[in-house]
């Protein structure tokens, strides 16, 4: 074997790529393809009457989420972003109010809360699962405390019993942002159906996709009328519902059409099958990984099962004497492309570093209605920073249709570079 590295022009250890992840084939194309024979590629309308629930594809498959997930209301929309809005919108959020969130998710999470003119603050993470940490949040609980919004990050369950316990004791709502973690579980029971809202994302990275699209699902009658209100232009429609409480009833167009919701419906069959080759390609990488002294495997706690959306990993510098950039490097040379980081802690973003959202005058941080004084320095959440700085990576190998050859080509990656670590000191 050429143990050079390829980094310095030996012979990669992959040279062809892995197989691109495609969930969409013959059964997608046919159910699209009615879709386009009847005509009706929508049948939203914004305003009160049966067509306000959209149409035929778009009801279909509601039910369908509701049975799988064993809720009482699944509510499509365009994107998991626009589900998050509609879910911080229904809990009534508004100014003055502070959500408790992550820093370590996509950016929609907390933006989700700006949009109602509330105020996120951030809490750290559990430094083995990566998700938001009970006790953490329970210190960040003030007065002004609405909601904790938790994200199920990378396929694995937040630890929802404390949550919800702590969320029980101070009267706060929960919302599940179960974007990374479908058919996930958490002693038995689906993730987003423990919180009282939860959002989906079938985003074309997501495990099941339709290109753009998101549903929403809870068991409270009201929340799901109220996100149906703001998917679906509120405003217009409340006073022919007869609907009485009018916060946060400002509606936008979040509606999905019936195209994308005729492929969510053969989507969602298609979860399970795709989940489970996930989780056993992640097993078998683990069993592997486990061997090499200083990385770190994903963990997985008992009672949880992990749908591997991401096969996440801890390097230590300090153990095996060089840092995750070069490591990484050279198994990006290698033909093994993984990621450092994640994303930066969102706090860091300009947006909460200059605390400018809405308009010029610092809204909705200096809002009269807001008296708290959210802190937003660096060093506020240092479990975050230190994945992100030094020791989180991943790869989105754990997936059909690659094989445990193919990920052996990973582990054979990993040693070899490791093997040659001297010449890695100092790039
Ligand atoms: C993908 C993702 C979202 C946003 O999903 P969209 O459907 O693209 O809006 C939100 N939260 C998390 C954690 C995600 O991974």
Not at 66 to 87: C, D, I, M, Q, R
Not at 141 to 155: E, F, P, W
Not at 342 to 351: A, V
Request: charged letters at 25%; proline letters at 5%; hydrophobic letters at 40%.
């Amino acid at each position: 074997m050429n143990s050079k590295l390829a980094l310095f022009g030996g012979k990669p250890i992959r040279e062809k790529p892995f197989p691109p992840y495609i969930t969409i084939g013959e059964e997608e194309k046919r159910a699209v393809m009615k879709v386009l024979d009847s005509g009706i590629l929508s049948r939203f309308v914004g305003s009160y009457g049966d067509d306000f629930y959209g149409g035929d594809m778009v009801r279909k498959t509601e039910r369908e989420w509701e049975e799988f997930f064993g809720v009482k209301y699944a509510v499509t929309v365009n994107s998991a972003s626009s589900g998050l809005y509609s879910a911080v919108g229904a809990l009534g959020i508004g100014p003055g109010d502070e959500v408790i969130v992550t820093p370590f998710t996509m950016t929609a999470t907390a933006s989700a809360i700006l949009v109602y003119n509330a105020v996120p603050v951030f809490v750290d993470i559990d430094e083995d699962i990566f998700c938001i940490s009970p006790e953490k949040v329970e210190e960040a609980i003030t007065s002004r405390t609405k909601a904790i919004m938790v994200v199920h990050l990378y396929g694995h369950p937040a630890r929802m019993d404390e949550i919800m316990r702590i969320a029980s004791k101070h009267n706060l709502k929960v919302i599940e942002d179960c974007a990374q973690a479908p058919a996930a579980t958490y002693k038995g029971s689906y993730v987003g159906t423990l919180g009282d809202i939860a959002v989906f994302s079938l985003n074309c990275y997501k495990t099941i996709q339709t290109g753009e699209g998101g549903v929403i699902v809870t068991n409270n009658e009201e929340l799901a009328v109220r996100s149906q209100l703001i998917r679906n232009h509120a405003e217009y429609v409340v006073g022919d519902m007869g609907v009485k409480n009018l916060d946060n009833m400002l509606g936008w167009n979040y509606r999905m059409t019936e195209i994308q919701a005729a492929i969510a419906s053969e989507q969602l069959k298609k979860l399970n099958a795709l989940t489970e080759p996930r989780i056993e390609l992640a097993n078998y990488l683990t069993e592997r990984i486990f061997k090499i002294d200083g990385i770190t495997p994903p963990v997985v706690l008992p009672e949880c099962k992990h749908v591997y959306y991401v096969y996440s990993m801890k390097f230590d510098e300090e153990k095996i004497g060089i840092s995750r950039t070069s490591f990484v490097k050279a198994l990006n040379a290698e033909g093994i492309l993984h990621w450092e980081g994640y994303c930066k802690p969102l706090y860091m973003l300009p947006m909460y570093q200059n605390r400018m959202v809405f308009g010029g005058k610092g809204c909705p941080f200096n809002c009269h209605y807001y008296d708290g004084n959210v802190s937003y320095e660096k060093g506020l959440c240092p479990v975050t920073e230190k994945m992100y700085e030094k020791e989180l990576f991943f790869n989105d190998f754990c997936r059909p249709p690659l094989t445990k050859k193919d990920l052996d080509d990973v582990v054979n990656a990993f040693y070899k570079v490791l093997e040659n670590k001297d010449e890695l000191r100092n790039i």
